[in-house]
């Protein structure tokens, strides 16, 4: 899947997507520790400080296994965080990956969530050689599946009591979308 050595920036319009260091453990707190924010996240609203830094780990031990990536979200001309956005669970052999993202409800409903991601499908198609793209969507978070659709992906299907997260099973949706289907918006 060949992610480069290097962490990639990409500027979009009005973002810079970039590494997520320890120095924004404070922003990723911010937005993780917000129930509406973590509601479809697959984990309970970070607690602490050290909550924060875990996740910043995570991304970067997907990005020295190059099993995925995580950008940050930035709006162009503030360094601040306010979101995440990449892929995961990356399968090379295959050339597939799963999507993932999540915004601070600050900046909700501008947009930003959109841009990032079709920033980010086009840096997967061309740059990780990516030939399908998944997207595992709980059922009640319309917000995502309407993301999702409007840049192309299908649902496929229910996956039943899929993931067992905050105490309970959980439904997902599959979304995929495939190269040869892939338009920039």
């Not at 129930?35 to 830094?53: C, H, K, N, W």
């Not at 990032?116 to 599946?145: C, D, K, M, W």
Request: proline share 2%.
């Amino acid at each position: 899947m060949n992610i480069t050595r290097e962490f990639p920036v990409i500027e979009t319009e009005r973002l810079v997507l970039r590494r997520i260091t320890e120095a924004d453990a404070g922003s990723v707190l911010s937005y993780l520790s917000d129930e509406d924010v973590m509601r479809y996240y697959g984990l309970s609203p970070f607690q602490t400080i050290d909550d924060a830094l875990a996740e910043i780990d995570w991304y970067d031990k997907i990005f020295s296994e190059e099993t995925g990536i995580r950008w940050g979200i930035t709006i162009k001309g503030q360094d601040e965080v306010i979101g995440s956005c990449g892929f995961h669970r990356m399968v090379s052999q295959h050339h597939r990956s799963e999507i993932g993202f999540e915004l601070s409800k600050t900046y909700w409903g501008q947009g930003f969530a959109s841009e990032a991601v079709s920033t980010i499908l086009n840096y997967g198609f061309e740059h990780l050689h990516l030939n399908r793209i998944e997207a595992l969507i709980e059922p009640a978070n319309l917000s995502s599946q309407k993301l999702v659709i409007k840049h192309g992906f299908l649902k496929e299907g229910l996956l039943r009591s899929y993931e067992y997260t905050r105490g309970k099973f959980d439904d997902l949706f599959m979304y995929s979308l495939l190269k040869r289907d892939f338009i920039i918006l």
